[in-house]
């Protein structure tokens, strides 16, 4: 056999475990995000519905490139009026009266929250011989606090999401970021309870929503002799 064949045999049987090796898997992603925020409240009961621009920062820690812990610091505010609803609030819970209540909220909200995240394919940069993909949606449930200036109100909440990332780059994500925050409060927009109906776990309480464009970069290399299958 010619020795022209022989190399081209040998460049075959070795070319798919060169392009394995140049995968490099990340430890920790770093970035930031834009896009809308809204909230569910006694203002507003439409999704989207006075939509307002929100930012955070986000630390994700990959586990394996298919789950990872997010970490993410998000602000958006929440408004929105009482003469805008079609349900009728009294100005006086307890009266029966026809004066309505005027109220309108622009409160500050500010967020913090963990979440566990699950990605539908193996998330790389390269196919190589894991089957990575460079685009994947994912899942994600975890555990917030958030914090309201209108009355300084601080409430616990559990955040629930989908999404998708794009590898741009090998060190580089492209994401859409949906979340929606189901909290324990009712007054994270300034107003609690305008019938006067007490509530209780998650039934008739404030809820809020981010979606968000997010960028960020991959940092800590994983030892490459370290992880091999």
Request: hydrophobic share 40%; net charge positive; with cysteine.
């Amino acid at each position: 056999m010619p020795i022209r064949y022989i190399c081209l045999l040998m460049f075959l049987l070795t070319a798919p475990r060169a392009a394995a090796q140049e995968e490099t898997e990340y430890r920790l992603e770093l970035g930031a995000g834009a896009g809308l925020g809204f909230g569910l409240t006694d203002v507003n009961d439409k999704f989207f519905g006075n939509a307002q621009p929100a930012g955070g920062l986000l630390a994700r820690f990959l586990l394996n490139p298919r789950m990872s812990i997010k970490t993410a610091a998000g602000y958006t505010r929440l408004t929105g009026n009482t003469g805008g609803r079609s349900a009728f609030y009294p100005a006086v819970p307890d009266n029966a009266g026809n004066e309505q209540l005027d109220f309108k909220a622009d409160a500050k909200l500010y967020s913090l929250s963990a979440s566990y995240e699950l990605n539908f394919l193996p998330y790389g940069f390269q196919k190589s011989y894991q089957g990575f993909s460079r685009i994947t949606p994912f899942i994600q449930v975890g555990l917030g606090l958030a914090y309201s200036d209108a009355g300084r109100n601080v409430a616990f909440n559990i955040p629930i999401g989908a999404g998708v990332k794009y590898k741009v780059g090998p060190r580089l994500n492209l994401g859409l970021d949906w979340q929606m925050h189901f909290s324990l409060s009712d007054k994270l927009e300034g107003l609690e309870a305008p019938l006067g109906i007490s509530s209780s776990g998650f039934r008739n309480k404030d809820h809020f929503s981010l979606t968000m464009l997010t960028l960020t970069y991959d940092l800590s290399p994983r030892c490459p002799n370290c992880n091999k299958d």
